[in-house]
């Protein structure tokens, strides 16, 4: 039987990667009074953090070595699987007992791999992709999808409801990436309504403004029409969430769908534009920049 995590102030966590999202879900564990243990490829995004007393490692396997719950949230699979399985990553080197918690969207497959080795030396390993954005994020109300063990899952709860609002256990390993897969299916082809919409009211003449006040709480409504719309409307595509993590994102939806011999034409044509976007120059802005496209059109 699992133990669960200690209080606060016995717990040692290690947050991995804190840039746009995971800085702000560090800043809620170190605020809920948990000892924080950051690392980060680049030292300055972690800067604010260790400011505010958190202790910078120079490696994940140093910091893996001391803490008790290690958290990541990085960027593409093959990061994931380095930090992870590689020879001097955290399953090689975490305490014996510890809990690692994968944060990041990646692969099922990758998250069952790490599961099975991290139980090989009796470590927990859970994946627990979120959704939410920089919002949902800097607010502490991200959805968090969790795969894995559910003594697990309820032993490390108290660090998810630092982060979280929406807290779900999805099933084995694997089955939170599976679940986020789900929700990126989902938002890329809204967004694509999102953005064909108002791009329609403003090349008709219509107040795009007064616009969003008739539709985004009609049937018409979403999370990205209410909270990306009016960055659109300003111009404003600043990432909350970047354009080259979404066709990431998508090409594992992609992947996966076709293993399982699935259609998802949706998808593929939200992937294809989002692709044009990138090649002229879009990847580091937010994925509300897909209006633009539609501008130009």
């Not at 209080?7 to 800043?27: D, L, R, Y």
């Not at 719950?69 to 990553?89: A, F, R, S």
């Not at 305490?95 to 497959?109: A, C, E, H, R, V």
């Not at 919409?197 to 008739?214: F, H, I, Q």
Request: hydrophobic share 40%; with cysteine.
């Amino acid at each position: 039987m699992t133990q669960s995590v200690k209080s606060p102030e016995e717990t040692k966590v290690g947050f991995i990667g804190t840039g746009v999202m995971g800085k702000s879900m560090a800043g809620h564990i170190q605020r809920a009074g948990y000892a924080l243990h950051v690392y980060t490829r680049t030292a300055a995004k972690a800067e604010e953090l260790v400011n505010q007393g958190a202790v910078w490692h120079e490696t994940p396997a140093a910091l893996a070595a001391v803490c008790d719950v290690i958290i990541t949230m990085v960027g593409y699979p093959k990061d994931v699987e380095e930090i992870y399985l590689g020879e001097n990553g955290l399953v090689a080197h975490a305490k014996p007992g510890s809990y690692l918690i994968d944060m990041t969207t990646s692969s099922p497959l990758l998250a069952a791999r790490i599961s099975e080795a991290a139980a090989a030396r009796g470590l927990h390993a859970l994946d627990a992709p979120v959704s939410g954005g920089d919002i949902g994020a800097r607010d502490g109300r991200l959805s968090i999808m969790v795969g894995g063990d559910a003594d697990a899952f309820e032993a490390v709860r108290p660090l998810f409801e630092q982060m979280g609002t929406n807290i779900v256990l999805q099933g084995k390993p694997g089955a939170g990436q599976h679940t986020k897969m789900c929700n990126q299916i989902a938002i890329a082809s809204g967004m694509m309504g999102v953005c064909e919409a108002l791009a329609y009211a403003k090349t008709s003449g219509l107040d795009a403004e007064n616009v969003l006040k008739s539709i985004a709480t009609g049937a018409a409504g979403s999370w990205s029409l209410s909270n990306l719309g009016p960055r659109m409307i300003k111009g404003d595509y600043e990432p909350g969430f970047y354009v080259k993590h979404f066709i990431k994102d998508m090409g594992i939806a992609l992947e996966s769908a076709q293993a399982m011999g699935m259609k998802t034409p949706g998808l593929a044509l939200a992937e294809s534009l989002y692709q044009e976007i990138s090649k002229n120059g879009m990847d580091e802005k937010g994925t509300q920049v897909l209006y633009t496209y539609y501008l130009q059109a």
